[in-house]
């Protein structure tokens, strides 16, 4: 009678050993299966790449020392003798290629954001919304939920560092300016949005603290225009840049205009090579005609002129980067008709700037505002 403790050959219904290590090394198996009732610590265990844990009982699984494993690392831990509960350490940083497998019945990925781990199960039915403030680098890899409502008014530039792929929907409960950058923050227009109360987004971060809103939803559904910072009317002209590549009409509205002098206010259109000052086609009711520009108001007699008005820019071929203009003004300071121009103008590239200037380039504006509205 062989004795029970006589290691089996493998032809012969064995493993040609009486260890279980011994018998996977005897089997040829890639990495190691290993079943444990309970434990909290599988340091040693976990630093074996293509290690496989299988549990017998529910169990705590204790990752304090996944910070020193590499990059394709991973894990299977199977758990058909109970529930199996991650434990981590909050001090690990995760490799962002780094993966650790869950069989419930079929394998779970575990997603890591550095401080705590999350099932696919769980992620697509138990999120909560978690809340974060505002901030230049609002870091939405501190929030362990999809679901996020935003508060606060203070301008964003950057959403941190998180795996790429972490996807994150945030509701704003406040208002505040969300800025496009080409690489880390790319907005779906193209442009800085101003957000309402209620209005929400999808991003998903594309690793090395880059994100992609993939989607924009306004809380006032079909409104579509994005406002410019209102400019207090200084100088000899007040630029307005960085005009997305995606627009299509501008709408430049103005209060309480008015110079220190009596050459009127004009309109000049540019691109990245700076405001042109050419190929100006347009008619005006009683401001007269310029191929350097839209005069919008013409001269007057007196330096205490005020005006109230807008003007909206129309591309009409993008082919040829064309816009076609429409301005009403009107004198408020004294009984006069309504200023009207109509006209075009092709720039040499994709325009991305408006000047609003005083009529000669040298008197001043010395009271009123202006906005810019695009869509």
């Not at 434990?39 to 844990?53: E, M």
């Not at 705590?116 to 501190?142: C, H, M, N, R, W």
């Not at 941190?160 to 704003?172: D, E, H």
């Not at 309504?338 to 504006?365: C, E, H, M, P, Q």
Request: glycine fraction near 12%.
């Amino acid at each position: 009678m062989t004795d029970a403790n006589t290691a089996r050959p493998v032809v012969a219904g064995g493993t040609g050993a009486t260890s279980v290590t011994a018998a996977q090394t005897a089997l040829s198996l890639d990495g190691k299966v290993i079943y444990a009732a309970k434990a909290t610590n599988y340091t040693a265990l976990l630093a074996d790449n293509n290690a496989v844990i299988r549990f017998t009982a529910a169990a705590t699984l204790s990752l304090t020392a996944v910070a020193t494993l590499g990059a394709n690392w991973h894990v299977t831990v199977i758990a058909d003798g109970g529930d199996v509960t991650i434990d981590p350490n909050a001090s690990e940083t995760i490799d962002g290629a780094t993966t650790l497998l869950l069989a419930n019945g079929s394998a779970t990925r575990i997603i890591s954001n550095g401080s705590a781990f999350f099932t696919e199960k769980q992620l697509s039915a138990v999120q909560p919304f978690a809340t974060i403030a505002s901030a230049g680098t609002t870091d939405l890899s501190t929030v362990g939920s999809q679901n996020v409502t935003v508060t606060g008014t203070t301008t964003i530039t950057a959403f941190g560092t998180a795996p790429a792929g972490t996807l994150r929907r945030l509701v704003f409960s406040g208002i505040l300016t969300l800025t496009h950058n080409a690489t880390s923050l790319i907005l779906p227009q193209g442009g800085n949005v101003v957000t309402a109360v209620g209005d929400s987004l999808q991003a998903v971060s594309l690793g090395s603290g880059n994100w992609r809103v993939t989607s924009y939803q306004k809380v006032s559904a079909g409104s579509g225009l994005i406002s410019g910072t209102v400019a207090a009317a200084s100088g000899t002209a007040v630029d307005f840049t960085g005009i997305p590549s995606w627009v299509k009409r501008i709408t430049v509205s103005v209060e309480s205009l008015s110079t220190n002098g009596t050459t009127g206010i004009s309109l000049q259109l540019g691109d990245s090579g700076g405001v042109e000052v050419t190929g100006y086609v347009c008619a005006t009711g009683n401001a007269g005609s310029s191929t350097a520009e839209f005069p919008l108001t013409g001269g007057s007699s007196a330096n205490t002129a005020v005006y109230q008005g807008i003007t909206i820019l129309t591309l009409l071929n993008s082919a040829t980067n064309t816009w076609v203009v429409s301005s009403q003004f009107a004198r408020t300071d004294a009984s006069q008709g309504i200023l009207t121009v109509a006209g075009s103008k092709s720039t040499s590239a994709i325009l991305d700037r408006v000047r609003l200037k005083t009529g000669n380039g040298t008197d001043t504006f010395d009271a009123g505002s202006i906005n810019i509205l695009y869509e």
